[in-house]
């Protein structure tokens, strides 16, 4: 991916297309931008501390290859997309690259933010790397391949058969299936009333055989008509296929289920203890809350332990979080021939005993510093596939962004590109030069949910001025929420301050130690992935928006 990005940064990398009003221009200049957060309390050696992917990565899937662990996490209609991390201790990841990072793999255009990549699965076989995928609206289920991890990857093959998360299972008898989730056989007795499938897979034709065997419908106890059946992977260990699955939704019901079967066809059969993980049934006030667990994927080490990972959310009020649901890692026991993650009523430790593996460099998530004195690294992620119209590049050690005419609550390509929250409390800082020509032009820092929910802070004529929206029966642009008069046209530096569902806007004009308030503290609670559709965490960076 670095290498794209390389190839890329002379014509804008990560572009979107639109442009200004013909012949006219009007670009910000982002110097920098620095993200820092306080330092939690150390662990001791031999531990680490949950979630260890933080931040936005919902979906989890891992395998393992030789000492190495490969990961992947969804992205809806962000580009790039379905990062690629690499860890050798399962603690400590790293992003090595992104498998959708092309524009001609994919096309995002007019989606919203809570469709397109939707749960990644990665598996290895005979030297190749595999991921299959469904895009929601924007062509359904498909399989890609590399044999580097970090890429290239493949153009998609397209898989004839609907439903969503698909996953891919190779015996040892040289077979190949895939695993999904789709409506049940007849009609759905209730909303949520889903089905798990398996059909057989070609990997030399890449595509699936017509007929399909029904593993599970509804879910473990059809009695209590249990909802959203999904995420579905299947192992072979000793003689038994184990189909491990989601249940109750990605919210606060969230739980992880395990059935086994002689064949890999079934029947399948629930374990005697399901759910396998869950924190639905633990008191709201409990210390280091984690909530919606869920939708996991496991591994086995080379000593014969299972670790797993899976999506949670670390709530700082109810269910809500900027955050998104983030990526945890825990142990399995086996008892009794089947795996669990925790008991009944146990919480999810967020400081718990280490994997005994080879040390993993850390990724520096906590505190960064963009200079743009060369390409954006694999971190960046940009709104929608990049399409001809460039809107931003780097060069000479600043970011310049073309204002373009699509705002931040439209279904364009806005002139935007951020990296993800990862911390409840967090400052964000850039230096910004932009010199709007007309009333509208805009350009300062965007902290976006999706196109319903975002905070847009910076610069105007005369004066900066912070925006919200919560809801999509508002404006594109949002509702101004505060606004401070502005005496300089030089070059200013903003801070935007977030501290759980709270934020603060600062400016200094150039050469000032002094930061200004730009009005009182703004509840952004309401931008919470709970009430923006659930799927997706908080993305900030440089924006920048002229009417056309």
Request: proline share 8%; hydrophobic share 40%.
């Amino acid at each position: 991916m670095a290498r794209h990005l390389a190839a890329l940064a002379g014509a804008c990398v990560l572009a979107a297309t639109g442009t200004a009003a013909a012949g006219r221009d009007v670009v910000a200049r982002f110097d920098y931008l620095a993200y820092e957060a306080p330092a939690g309390a150390p662990v001791a050696e031999g531990q680490y501390r949950n979630p260890v992917i933080p931040g936005f990565h919902p979906d989890p899937s891992i395998v393992r290859v030789g000492d190495d662990f490969y990961a992947v996490t969804s992205t809806f209609s962000w580009f790039p997309g379905l990062p690629i991390l690499h860890s050798t201790d399962l603690v400590n990841w790293r992003l090595i690259g992104n498998a959708i990072d092309r524009p001609t793999q994919l096309d995002f255009s007019g989606l919203g933010t809570n469709r397109g990549l939707f749960a990644p699965a990665i598996t290895h076989h005979d030297g190749k790397f595999w991921i299959v995928n469904t895009c929601i609206e924007c062509g359904g289920n498909f399989v890609i391949t590399a044999d580097d991890p970090a890429g290239p990857w493949s153009d998609p093959v397209w898989l004839d058969f609907g439903g969503i998360d698909p996953s891919l299972f190779f015996d040892a008898d040289g077979t190949a299936w895939i695993v999904y989730n789709d409506a049940p056989p007849g009609e759905p007795e209730y909303e949520g009333h889903r089905a798990l499938w398996l059909q057989a897979f070609d990997p030399v034709a890449m595509k699936v055989l017509p007929q399909r065997t029904l593993l599970v419908d509804k879910g473990v106890d059809p009695a209590t008509k249990p909802i959203w059946a999904e995420g579905p992977h299947i192992y072979k260990v000793g003689e038994w296929y184990y189909l491990l699955t989601a249940e109750g939704g990605t919210a606060d019901q969230h739980s992880q289920t395990i059935y086994r079967a002689p064949a890999v066809t079934g029947p399948y059969t629930p374990g005697p203890f399901n759910p396998i993980l869950t924190q639905r049934d633990l008191p709201a006030g409990r210390a280091d809350r984690v909530e919606a667990t869920g939708h996991a994927d496991i591994v086995q080490l080379e000593d014969g332990g299972w670790w797993g990972v899976f999506l949670a959310t670390r709530p700082f009020a109810g269910q809500s979080t900027l955050l998104g649901r983030e990526t945890f890692l825990l142990p399995l026991r086996w008892i009794d021939g089947w795996p669990r993650f925790l008991d009944r009523q146990e919480a999810v430790p967020m400081v718990t005993k280490a994997p005994k593996l080879p040390a993993s460099p850390s990724s520096p998530w906590q505190s960064w510093r963009e200079e743009f004195d060369g390409a954006l690294s694999d971190e960046w992620i940009g709104l929608r596939t990049p399409g001809q119209g460039a809107l931003w590049q780097v060069g000479d050690g600043v970011l310049h962004m073309t204002a373009g005419p699509a705002a931040a609550g439209s279904l364009g390509r806005p002139a935007f590109t951020g990296r993800r929250l990862r911390h409840h409390t967090a400052d964000i800082t850039t230096r910004l030069a932009f010199t709007p020509e007309r009333r509208g032009d805009f350009a300062g820092l965007l902290a976006f949910m999706d196109e319903s929910h975002f905070l847009a802070a910076g610069k105007e004529q005369g004066r900066i001025v912070v925006r919200l929206r919560d809801s999509a029966e508002q404006g594109t642009s949002g509702r101004e929420v505060a606004s401070a008069p502005l005496a300089t046209d030089g070059p200013i530096e903003l801070r935007l301050a977030l501290d759980g569902g709270s934020a603060a806007v600062f400016w200094r004009a150039e050469g000032a130690e002094a930061w200004q308030p730009v009005g009182a503290a703004i509840n952004v609670e309401p931008l919470a992935s709970v009430h923006a559709g659930l799927f997706t965490g908080l993305v900030v960076g440089p924006y920048a928006f002229s009417p056309g």
